[in-house]
């Protein structure tokens, strides 16, 4: 089946120490979203892809950034984890175009220690 | 603001209708949408509609959009236990982005 996967599911990393979440889809949709979503909150958008064009939120941190090196795989960097980036964070792909449907992953969950 | 609006819990009983209500920020959205998100999941589209439209049914769900107050509201026909879960409604702005509001959070008792 077609799908959206994130991996790890679970990660945890202490303070200050970068981390990694990747996203790959089989959808060969060309926009890839990430969203944060903190508990009992809305998903927040920090970026997306249009194709290869980068496209941030304008307070998305510095700290977060992101590499797409071909169509089926997005990377979310957190280059100095605190504790306020422990989270849940989402992947989700679309296809341009009416009715801009969004196909999300599962999700990694973010702790830092 | 930016903030999309639910309540945030709602209750109701197995064989009842829900509605889920929304208020949304943008006037110009051109599509609005319903997503479900089940424990430990990411969320699964439910349903949308297009901006020019008041109403759309799609089996046991029905969208509402009201656009001169920018309200959003699903209803969901016979409530099953397996309908319990948060329900985000989100809107779409310009250049592809997506505004969630915080979720509603279904309870359906037996």
């Known amino acids: 089946d077609a799908m959206v996967i994130q991996n790890p599911r679970y990660q945890v990393t202490q303070f200050g120490k970068p981390v990694t979440l990747s996203c790959s889809q089989t959808?060969?949709?060309?926009?890839m979203y990430w969203y944060q979503q903190k508990s009992s909150q809305a998903p927040k958008l920090l970026f997306h892809?249009?194709?290869?064009?980068?496209?941030n939120e304008a307070d998305t941190p510095d700290n977060f950034q992101s590499r797409r090196p071909n169509t089926s795989f997005c990377f979310l960097d957190i280059r100095s984890p605190g504790l306020g980036d422990a989270a849940m964070y989402l992947c989700?792909?679309?296809?341009?175009?009416?009715?801009?449907?969004?196909?999300f992953g599962p999700g990694t969950r973010l702790t830092v220690t | 603001g930016e903030d999309v609006e639910q309540s945030l819990f709602l209750s109701v009983r197995e064989g009842d209708s829900s509605v889920i209500n929304c208020t949304y920020t943008?006037?110009?959205?051109?599509?609005l949408y319903w997503y479900k998100q089940e424990p430990g999941a990411g969320l699964q589209l439910l349903t949308y509609?297009?901006?020019?439209?008041d109403m759309k049914q799609d089996q046991r769900l029905t969208v509402l959009l009201n656009k001169k107050d920018k309200h959003l509201s699903l209803r969901i026909a016979d409530t099953q236990t397996g309908d319990s879960a948060i329900y985000f409604c989100?809107?779409?702005?310009?250049?592809?982005?997506?505004?969630f509001g915080s979720g509603t959070k279904l309870n359906v008792k037996p």
């Open positions: 989700a792909t679309s296809r341009s175009g009416t009715p801009y449907e969004q196909y």
């Open positions: 959808l060969n949709h060309n926009v």
């Open positions: 892809y249009y194709d290869k064009d980068f496209n």
């Open positions: 943008d006037s110009s959205s051109t599509y």
């Open positions: 509609i297009f901006s020019n439209m």
């Open positions: 989100a809107e779409k702005k310009n250049f592809n982005k997506f505004y």
